[in-house]
């Protein structure tokens, strides 16, 4: 099995984490997880750094892009890498699998993207089945991710951007079912007056990237697999 690369982006995700760690941390790959703390003001960073992991910070809050961005830039060269939400409920190993095993088996798949489909919250499953592009939970080739444009514009829409790309470019993409895997809704983390101002600036963020991100895709660099 190919080494991978999990990056976890996170921002006030101090309760939420370590759940996620714990099973990261187990996967039985060769493997190198990053956490890229994006200007928490909680305890986030002190969370994650009592796990084996590399926990980079942002000083102050710069979107999901940016943080993905940086944990490419961390890492570097790597086969596969995962990118996975921090307030994941209910991950499991086979989830992992799941979105590495296309990449493994078909050279020329460049992206899988994680259908999230029973078992978990019906509002999410909702959300995922008709606005799957919205999903953060992926696996990407190397020679993907050797390709792509710099992602720090992007914040909330980089996965808009991401599967926009692979569009674009004729990279092809799978999308395997993940059962019983759901997440927690900005709602239930923040309250639901505050976390609904976090799904409007969500919103907004993935409504520009829809219309814009051809314009932020002219650096990217068409690779063989």
Known sequence: MKSVAILIPAYN????????????????REKRIVVIDDGSKDDTYDVAKKFPVDVLRHDKNKGKGAALQTGIDFVGDMPLWLFLDADLINLNHGHMEALLDPLEKNAEIGMTVGMFKSGGKKNVDLAQK???VLNGQRG????FIKSLPDLSWARFGVEIFLSRLAEKY???TAEPVLANITHYTKEEKYGFYRGFMYRLQMYKECIYSYFFWDKHSSNYKELSC
């Open 13 to 28: 995700e101090g309760p939420r984490i370590g759940d996620v760690l714990e099973v990261v941390c187990r996967f039985e």
């Open 130 to 132: 008709y606005f799957s």
């Open 140 to 143: 990407l080739a190397g020679f």
């Open 170 to 172: 004729g990279v092809q």
